[in-house]
């Protein structure tokens, strides 16, 4: 049975303007964290780490990228999400096509399609239930206590109510955004890429 995701109210006063950010604001998103966590969430989604036959993104990506989404206006998208980027931390001591241990996906919301850098919001999904709390509580501005959330629902919390500040988060987002988007169009046209089934 799927978790549902959880994300708190900001605890600064006033409240971070992007933590649930208003209707109107233009941001790029990202949303990402432990596999764990993620598969908690999609648990019947399928992943495609084959190398030679990997798609983007994967079937993971828009599905995350929606209940972040409706966790953070209120309401579903009103259109079709498109996810910009997606990052798969590979186990390094495996073969590449055999394990990864974390995920994330990048979408935007109301971002021109000629703004290549956009304000950006960046949510790490914190695992609570393989270490009873003990990371939640070692990096984030408040306590967490892990009954409400082992076997309930997953944590996701927005940057500014971490102990990382991310001074980097709008740079290295976006600069992602654009590798991949630059990247996409060179390799589009050198060759045909498969799609798991």
Same mark, same amino acid.
């Given at each position: 049975?799927?978790?549902?995701?959880?994300?708190?109210?900001?605890?600064?006063? *006033?409240?971070?303007?992007?933590?649930?950010?208003?209707?109107?604001? *233009?941001?790029?998103?990202?949303?990402?964290? *432990?596999?764990?966590?993620?598969?908690?969430?999609?648990?019947?989604?399928?992943? @495609?780490?084959?190398?030679? !036959? %990997?798609?983007?993104?994967?079937?993971?990506?828009?599905?995350?990228? %929606?209940?972040?989404?409706?966790?953070? =206006?209120?309401?579903?998208?009103?259109?079709?999400?498109? $996810?910009?980027?997606?990052?798969?931390?590979?186990?390094?001591?495996?073969?590449?096509?055999?394990?990864?241990? =974390? =995920?994330?996906?990048?979408?935007?919301?109301?971002?021109?399609?000629?703004?290549?850098?956009?304000?950006?919001?960046?949510?790490?999904?914190?695992? $609570?239930?393989?270490?009873?709390?003990?990371?939640?509580?070692?990096?984030?501005?408040?306590?967490?206590?892990?009954?409400?959330?082992?076997?309930?629902? $997953?944590?996701?919390?927005?940057?500014?109510?971490?102990?990382?500040?991310?001074?980097?988060? %709008?740079?290295?987002? !976006?600069?992602?955004?654009?590798? %991949? $988007?630059?990247?996409?169009?060179?390799?589009?046209?050198?060759?045909?890429?498969?799609? @798991?089934?």
């Amino acid at each position: 049975m799927a978790l549902p995701l959880y994300i708190p109210s900001c605890i600064h006063t *006033p409240v971070d303007r992007y933590h649930l950010p208003p209707h109107d604001q *233009p941001l790029r998103i990202q949303i990402e964290g *432990p596999l764990i966590a993620i598969q908690r969430l999609l648990p019947h989604i399928s992943w @495609c780490l084959d190398i030679s !036959n %990997r798609s983007f993104p994967q079937p993971a990506g828009p599905e995350l990228a %929606r209940l972040a989404y409706q966790k953070l =206006y209120g309401r579903d998208h009103p259109g079709d999400l498109v $996810v910009r980027d997606e990052y798969l931390g590979w186990i390094p001591e495996k073969r590449p096509e055999e394990l990864i241990d =974390y =995920y994330g996906v990048t979408f935007d919301h109301l971002v021109p399609a000629d703004d290549s850098n956009p304000e950006v919001l960046q949510i790490n999904i914190i695992e $609570v239930e393989d270490d009873n709390g003990v990371y939640a509580n070692t990096w984030l501005l408040f306590a967490v206590d892990p009954g409400e959330f082992i076997g309930k629902k $997953v944590l996701a919390v927005p940057r500014c109510c971490q102990k990382r500040k991310g001074t980097q988060d %709008r740079w290295r987002v !976006n600069a992602l955004v654009d590798q %991949r $988007v630059h990247g996409w169009e060179t390799l589009k046209g050198a060759k045909e890429f498969g799609k @798991c089934n």
